[in-house]
């Protein structure tokens, strides 16, 4: 068997992204075409152009005729190829490439490999090797040359009849032509034999192209520029991103360096827009005010919404306004939904006078947009028992539009009511003594005595009130005095004030 010269064994790559099938070197690289359906074993010649390169016998299988010796589905497609080990056999597939391999330059290597022993797979042994010259040999032994890739990793562990990939990058020294997939370490020992199915091999140049510079047409064309390559460890775009992929959405210029085990590979593209013109974005108006649209200076074919070709389009009224333009063959259009909005409105009511204990409930009017009290109230109308100043807003996109109302205790004054009878019987009705004033009164303490003087109950807290008790048991009937402690606010002033009264507890 002859000796071949010796070419760069490269690293096993595990991972490998998705790569375009016209790339491949490798004709019929999936086993799918055949010259005459194979029927039988040892049918190789069959799936053209592969051919066996020694005296062994490799299969080819299709679905064209399905057989129990297809024991897993083809990876891809329907044919799959067979080789069998034994001790002093190795079996052997070989196939010209489309072309020679270039010196210098890196390309990468993938096959898919199942069998159905595990525990029998010989590990770093299966491997491709690349030749200027076919390999040739009339017996059935191994090829005692060093292949370019081989599978460091498989072995007896592996799945069951599951496809696994073994691939790897091949930097040749020029002029090879020839591939040669098989054993090339070891063969099996004594009742060692086992069977490996082969499936989708490829031998792809390590590139990567961006494509030509180019124009896209309107501002909304997109252009997805794809750097994926096999064995791809990092990707760099030109704004840092990493990702294989980039989508182009303005003009400009675009790089990536794509870093592999083999080589770092740098792309360049330019891409131009024709017509990259824009409308601008939705918009609201203020009632009476216009929008000047403008379609682009160098395209004089141009339409807008209403069939109109002026160079400009002043909007008055709600609607969508559009424009179509054309351009030696681009045609581009962009729209603009323009909304109008009435002024705010807001009205509070008058300010209010109100007299002793008396409340007012404020209901504002308003339209054409949110309205808010100033003091972070939640309700829109309020009840208001004391004096102030109230404000609130109503806003919209358009403007914003305040008003305020003033509560006031006026010449009646702010006064603390009081019953002057009550009767703690539990029916519901003047069951307590409980002093009330308007809004503007805070009470802090309330005091009542018996006819003698004596203090028969204090309080400082609220609620303010007696229910008829004194020392655990009724107060007996009769006339009480109270003093009633308070504040009055008014004017921004707050002033201490005390009120002094009988009433008359009745049982």
């Not at 375009?20 to 004709?27: F, S, Y």
């Not at 069977?195 to 124009?215: E, H, N, W």
């Not at 003091?375 to 004391?386: L, P």
Request: proline share 8%; glycine share 10%; hydrophobic share 35%.
């Amino acid at each position: 068997m002859p000796r071949i010269a010796v070419r760069i064994v490269c690293w096993l790559v595990l991972a490998l992204p998705g790569i375009a099938a016209g790339q491949n070197l490798v004709p019929n690289g999936s086993f799918e075409s055949y010259r005459t359906c194979p029927r039988l074993d040892n049918l190789l010649e069959e799936a053209v152009p592969w051919f066996n390169p020694n005296g062994a016998t490799p299969d080819f299988y299709h679905q064209c005729f399905p057989t129990a010796q297809i024991e897993l589905p083809p990876r891809t497609g329907q044919g799959l190829a067979r080789l069998f080990m034994d001790l002093n056999w190795a079996e052997y597939l070989a196939v010209p490439l489309t072309r020679p391999l270039d010196a210098n330059e890196c390309y990468f290597f993938e096959m898919y490999v199942a069998t159905p022993s595990p525990g029998r797979y010989l590990t770093q042994n299966l491997g491709a090797f690349f030749s200027d010259q076919p390999l040739s040999a009339t017996d059935k032994g191994l090829f005692t040359v060093d292949p370019q890739v081989i599978d460091n990793l498989l072995g007896p562990g592996m799945p069951r009849l599951q496809w696994e990939k073994v691939s790897g990058y091949v930097k040749p020294k020029g002029g090879e032509r020839y591939l040669t997939i098989g054993s090339y370490k070891k063969l099996p020992v004594l009742l060692g034999f086992f069977y490996i199915f082969i499936d989708d091999v490829s031998v792809l140049p390590i590139k990567v192209d961006l494509g030509k510079d180019t124009t896209l047409c309107g501002r909304r064309s997109t252009l997805l520029l794809n750097a994926t390559t096999p064995g791809a460890t990092d990707y760099r775009w030109q704004d840092g991103s990493t990702s294989p992929q980039f989508r182009v959405t303005r003009p400009g210029t675009y790089s990536v360096v794509v870093t592999t085990p083999c080589k770092v590979l740098r792309d360049t593209i330019r891409v131009s827009y024709a017509l990259d013109f824009d409308l601008g974005p939705d918009t609201t108006l203020c009632e009476g005010q216009t929008l000047a649209l403008a379609a682009p200076a160098d395209a004089p074919d141009r339409r807008w919404q209403d069939g109109s070709t002026q160079p400009s389009y002043v909007v008055r009224q709600a609607g969508l306004y559009s424009l179509r333009v054309n351009q030696g063959g681009c045609i581009a259009g962009d729209s603009v939904r323009v909304r109008y909005v009435l002024p705010p409105r807001l009205s509070l009511g008058p300010d209010q006078d109100l007299c002793g204990a008396e409340t007012v409930t404020i209901k504002p009017t308003f339209a054409e947009g949110r309205f808010t009290w100033r003091d972070q109230f939640q309700e829109v109308q309020r009840t208001v028992g004391n004096s102030g100043v109230f404000r609130a807003s109503v806003s919209n996109d358009c403007a914003t539009v305040e008003d305020s109302v003033a509560v006031r205790y006026g010449e009646c004054g702010c006064v603390l009511y009081e019953p002057d009878v009550f009767t703690p019987n539990d029916d519901g009705e003047n069951d307590a003594f409980q002093p009330v004033g308007c809004g503007d009164i805070t009470i802090t303490s309330l005091s009542v005595f018996n006819r003698w003087g004596e203090l028969v109950y204090f309080t400082d807290r609220p609620p303010f009130r007696w229910e008829g008790g004194y020392q655990g048991k009724g107060a007996p009937a009769g006339v009480y005095a109270w003093t009633v402690s308070f504040q009055l606010r008014q004017g921004g002033e707050a002033v201490s004030k005390q009120k002094k009264g009988a009433l008359t507890l009745v049982r």
